[in-house]
């Protein structure tokens, strides 16, 4: 059985074409560079992801698009993450280009490794 002539007309080739979005690529950029950095400081096994769902309040097929970066955390998810993770807040801060709060947290960060360092070692110590 073949078409009529007064059958739908596909107008593939005619027509105005949709312009690009913009925004794409950067969600896109968003979106791995966001879980990338969960990948790094949760992991990526079914106990981390349920980890993450139950930070966030997030569904955890939601959770698992985030680290396949299928698309990223919304608002306050974001939020709850940058709260829990120092790779997630660094990550935020570098696209945002606020290299000058990154340089501040790392300089904070590494201020208390080396303060927690500090005490540690000061329990090998023998007191007079």
Known sequence: MSFTKKDRN??????????????????????????????????STPAHIKHIARLTGANVR??????????GPSGASLVVLMRHSDEVTIAVLKLSARFSLWRAMSETKSRKELYRAVIEFMKYIPKP
């Open 62 to 71: 939601t959770v698992g698009n985030w680290l396949s970066a299928r698309n």
């Open 10 to 43: 596909f107008r593939a080739d005619k027509g105005n074409k949709f312009p690009l979005d913009p925004s794409a690529d950067t969600e896109a950029a968003f979106a791995n560079i966001i879980a990338d950095a969960l990948r790094r400081d949760f992991g």
